[in-house]
């Protein structure tokens, strides 16, 4: 689940909220108070709606396949469209809220994500599904940066901001938790159309909340003009061409055009990007903040962690439905336990950090995984959930809420207050970035094991998938134990004192 960029902070020379109620008669301060309650539930229902969409199609990825007769590959593009749109626009979508308004940009991200989600739940080709989730991402790469910065800039005192940030927070994990869940009722009950509907009747009833409880307030100098357009389209398209051309190899040799020539452009396209970040006025990456160790190596350890994880759940969703034969809510109950698990892991590195400081926990946390990952590749055809699957499924879970925390602590240790929600938020875009990629990576390689294996043993398509499925599980644990070795060049900090 993508984690919140790191809170901005007030604005100088803005007076204390304790200040400023002094002065109020007692009626404008329940009504203040009665705003900010439904600013906090608008926010929060918003990320909510985010967060659940990154995870609530995996379990109906077989359904839409069926009935949209899509190909392996367009099957990895319903979950990468929506990654790339996000994890590519995320930064830019920070900026927004900063220069449109908070209101703007909220609404205008709001909006498009629900008209996506209305358009993906019609659609009747496996193109018009990918063009609407990527769209989805899009929004939501501009309203999830939005609902922080509406909790920051309603919520002033430190004790309501900390109790509003928890509520927020808690709403991001129960997102992810109940993501695979919710996506399995519907996909069984109502059908996989459902698991993008749902959004259409709570986006417009938030828009509709927005409109009467958000106040408009005022943009910053520039508007528009300061968003580094350039460096978002050259970066969104350059990973997208990479992930085209990894995914072609599904069919094509690496010799065809239709793999070299993405690539090749894609490699292009990142090289301009960089070439733009060193020019522009206003960039959406300053180059000289990622010369900072302790950030550069944590998005690297985010980077191996996104891509191994983000492939396991797609991964373990196609082999409880199309090996084990479970139905889509089975599928998605089983992987209740593993967001359980990153939860507990988050919980536990929140109260470690402060007495460890974040390396040794970046480190066990991906060790663990690894451990998880290698055990998780021995699925085979005749396995079961009990004894094959929830153990390693828990251990590599764990091990990602683990490291998660300590991550963007690493990254944002040492940092201006004033890039502090940049170097957040690039902990959260590498892990999208990482994640687009290792699928797309990952998912190749199944396809290939299992290729083969079909031609040696003909017919055995069950056990040409799990062999697929288990080594793309155990290259998984390469880029988790590399992410282990990088975690070690994170800088050590001195433990806080606890007297």
Known sequence: MPEPSAPPTTRPGAAPASERHRTEAPGRTARRTGSAAAILFIACAAQF????????????????????????????WIVNAYTLGFAGLLLLGGRMADLVGTRRAFLAGLAAFTAASLAGGLADSGALLIAARAVQGVGGAVLAPATLTLIMTTFTEPAARTRAMGAWSAVMA??????????????????WRWVLFVNVPIGVA??????????????GRGGLRRLDLPGAVSVTAGLTALVYGIISTETHGWGSPVVWAPLTGGVLLLLAFLAVESRVAH?????????????????????????????MWFLLSLYFQQILGYSAVTAGLCFLPGSLSI????????????????RPLLFTGMVISTVGFVWLSGIGADGSYATDVLAPFVLATFGTGLAMMPATVAATSGTARAEAGLASGLVNTSRQVGGALGLALLATVASHVTASHLTSHPGDLQSALASGYGR????????????????????????????
């Open 49 to 76: 709606m985010v967060i659940l969409d990154v995870s609530i199609v995996n379990v109906a990825l077989p359904s839409m396949r069926a009935e949209l007769h899509l190909s392996g590959a367009g099957q990895q």
């Open 174 to 191: 129960a997102g992810g938790a109940a993501g695979a869940v919710i996506g399995g009722v519907l996909t069984e009950y109502a059908g």
């Open 206 to 219: 938030l828009l509709a909340a927005a409109l009467a409880f958000v106040p408009a307030g005022t943009a």
């Open 283 to 311: 960039p959406l990456v300053p180059l000289r903040i990622l010369r900072r160790r302790s950030l550069a190596t944590a998005n690297l350890v985010v980077t191996g962690l996104g891509a191994a994880s983000f492939a």
């Open 343 to 358: 939860i507990a892991g988050a919980q536990l590195a929140t109260r470690l950090v402060p007495r460890t400081g974040p």
């Open 472 to 499: 793309a599980l155990l290259i998984a644990a390469v880029f988790t134990a590399c992410a282990a070795l990088m975690a070690l060049a994170v800088p050590g900090t001195t433990r806080k004192s606890t007297t």
